[in-house]
Every structure is written in C-alpha cells, then in structure tokens.
C-alpha cells in the first residue's frame, strides 16, 4: 500500500486546513486510514482514524476540531481540521493498518508539513 498526504502548509491560529491521504488501494476496502503527527522534540502522536466501516477514531486532544473523512475520490481520505492552534505545529502523517486502533500502523506515507503561526 502507498500513501500520499498532501495539503499542508502555513495557517494563523483559528484558521483552518484540509489535509488529504491518496492511497494506492481504494480506501475501506482493506485497510483503515490514519493520520498521525509529529512535532520537533516530541514523539508520534495518533490524530484520528476511518475504519473500514467508516467507523472514526480521534485522538484526546482533538475535541471536536478535526474531522476525518473520506475524500473525494474512494482512494482518498481527509482530514480537515479548525481553529488551528500554534500547538498543532507538525509533521502529518497517514498510514493504513488492517486495525484502525493499530499501535504499529503497517504502511505509511511521507509527511506533509503543518505550520501555524500567532
């Protein structure tokens, strides 16, 4: 499985992003998505995850500021997130895993950069 995350970039606090995961197989038909991220100094941290049943999964500090979803094609999942805050500061990964609550994602993408700035 190959994974392409693209859609970060630079944002103010309270703006928002869209980030989107293309994967090589259509999404849901094997694999749940997840999205992780990646701050400097800090370790890996789950964001959110669509299973296969479109079942979804966030992390703690989310609260109902993200959502992920699937994108517009069957391949694609999305994660779009709001009022940003400078703490959201990372690198953003996507991984697919047969298990969305997977502690060791199987596949992953290379990271799309999210900068948010006071």
């Known amino acids: 499985v190959q994974l392409q995350a693209s859609g970060g970039g630079l944002a103010r606090v309270g703006e928002s992003l869209r980030l989107s995961c293309a994967a090589s197989v259509r999404a849901g038909s094997a694999y749940a998505v997840g999205w992780f991220r990646q701050a400097p100094g800090q370790e890996r941290e789950f964001v959110a995850a669509?299973?296969?049943?479109?079942?979804?999964y966030y992390g703690d500090f989310v609260k109902g500021r993200f959502i992920i979803s699937r994108g517009k094609t069957e391949n694609t999942v999305d994660l779009q997130m709001t009022n940003l805050q400078p703490g959201d500061t990372a690198v953003y990964y996507c991984a697919a895993d047969p298990n969305p609550r997977s502690l060791l994602y199987q596949f992953w993408g290379q990271g799309t950069l999210v900068t948010v700035s006071s």
């Open positions: 669509r299973g296969r049943r479109g079942d979804t």
